[in-house]
């Protein structure tokens, strides 16, 4: 499985951008997706995972409310709905994918990752 992410662009605070994130596998359906962020100078973040049936989603706190992670697996892809932009949100993107049934926060547990996608935030 290969990751495509894309979406990323500058906005205005609260400002909206949707991210995608395109897998290459039609198998994709079979794993967890998450969506991680990296800002200059900071440790990779997690923002949000959905298992593969897309029933469980998880967010970090610093999320919730405002963005919105869920998949379309017939066209192999993951979103992340993002609304009510703040400077902190600026960072590079990154999707990553992991063979397992429940949603995980450490980046550690993920063995795909995308490229990332930049979004910043103009306040």
């Known amino acids: 499985v290969q990751l495509q992410a894309s979406g990323g662009g500058l906005v205005q605070a609260e400002g909206s951008l949707r991210l995608a994130c395109a897998a290459s596998?039609?198998?994709?359906?079979?794993?967890?997706v998450a969506w991680f962020r990296q800002a200059p100078g900071k440790e990779r973040q997690f923002v949000a995972a959905?298992?593969?049936?897309?029933?469980?989603?998880s967010y970090a706190d610093s999320v919730k409310g405002r963005f919105t992670i869920s998949r379309d697996n017939a066209k192999s892809t993951v979103y992340l709905q993002m609304n009510s932009l703040n400077a902190e949100d600026t960072a590079v993107y990154f999707c990553a994918a992991a063979f397992r049934p429940t949603p995980l926060v450490a980046p550690s547990e993920y063995t795909i990752w995308g490229q990332g996608t930049q979004v910043t935030v103009s306040s």
């Open positions: 959905i298992t593969w049936g897309g029933d469980i989603t």
């Open positions: 596998a039609r198998t994709f359906s079979r794993y967890v």
